[in-house]
Structure formats: C-alpha cells, structure tokens
C-alpha cells in the first residue's frame, strides 16, 4: 500500500513538473522589460496573428514592452501606465506585435558582422543554456517513458532508471535558471533590450522583470526532483521485496 501511494503521489509530481518545464519552453515570457525611447521597428521576420495576416508596427506611445523566450522575441507599444506583466498575458495581445525567432536566448548576438558594436562577448554562453534546456526537456520525457514502462511489470530497474532521468532534468533546469538569474543579474540587460537602439537614446529608461516562464520553470524543479527521488525509492523498495 505505501508503495502504491508513494508511486501515485511520485507520478502526479513528475506530471505536472514535466508540464512546467514543457510549458517554460515553449512560452516566451523568461524576460519582460519595458523601455522609454519610443517605438522601433524589429527585423523583418515576423509571426503571425490570430486571424492570419503579419504583425505591423503600430503608431506610438511612449513605452516599448518586450518579452522575450526561447522560440520568440518580441516587441510592441503600450501605454505608459500599463504594468508589464499584465500587458503580456495572452488574453491582451495587441495586433501591433512584431516578433522574430528568438532561438538560443537568453544572451545577446552581434546584430551584423562581427566585430559589432551591439557584439557581447558573453554570447558564447547561449549554447550552454539551450543545451541545458534541451537536455531537461529530454531527460524529463525519457524518465516519464521509462516510468510508463515500469507500473504494468513493477519493474525496479525501470523506475530507479525513471527516477534518475527526473532528477537529471530537474537538476538540468536548475542550472538553466541558474546561469539565466547570472546573466540577469551580471549582464548589462538594459543595453540587451535596446541593442541596436542604444545610440538613439543614450539615456533611455529600461525596466527588466523575470517573466512568468522563469517563474513556471523554477516551479517544476522541486516537483520534479522529489518525484526523481521517490521513483528511486520504490525500486529500492521493489528489489529489496524481491
């Protein structure tokens, strides 16, 4: 019986951490940031919207509002009293929004040839965070599988072999977060978000906030690391009842 609550209790975790961390992949709010200089045009590749034609630019309030993930950058203008956070919800996207592909952020590639003014040596870090991310997306799935696998046999290789694949993703995350928080915390990100714009507005006010992503992802490490170390535990439990 305690066997059987522990794996239910395992699975549920590992389910809704693995969700978290599909659902931090695939949103593009790890980075919010709003800035004052005033509207801009993003390169020409945009996404479209809901009733099928491109993104345009809109005509101008004063505030720029940005969010950011590993699929999407984007861009567009809201009124000044909008908070960021709000405005990036899905339910309130306006039809002004441009955004391009924004594979292997979060860090900062030259926007020309190189060597460019907007070049930041610190880029070369991009592959460690979208290797560490990709490596706990698969590890997170490879761990579920292997655990589908194990409940109908109550094999313990397959669910110690689960649990180690959960806790390899949940550590893979952590350590995603952790160089994100570095970057953040470290990197001049206001000269990040402006990049090509930083000439025309010297001293433009830029405000930077962690997205809702980060916050699902930091979510689904803990659930996903206790369920890796529960699974390990029943097939402890299973090899030493056989």
Known sequence: MRVGAATLAAGLLALVGTLCFFLAFGTDYWLVASDNCGPHTLPTQTKPIEDGTESVEA??????????????????????????????????????????HGYLFPLPVAMGQVPDPSYDATAVFRGFWTVLIILGLVAALTGSFLLVCGVPFASHKLYTLGGA?????????????????????AVDVERYVLQERAKECPHAQVSVLYGLSFVVAAAGVPLELVSGMLFMLVGRALRAAN
Do not use: D
Not at 170 to 177: D, E, G, I, M, P
């Open 165 to 185: 694949f959960l806790i390899a993703a949940a550590c893979s995350f952590l350590v995603t977060l952790l160089l994100y928080v570095l970057w953040m915390e």
């Open 59 to 100: 005509s101008p309030p004063s505030l720029t509002l940005h969010h950011e993930g590993f699929l999407w950058r984007c861009g567009f203008q809201v009124e000044p009293t909008v908070h960021a956070t709000l405005a990036t919800l899905f339910t309130n996207q306006p039809e002004s929004k441009v955004c391009i």
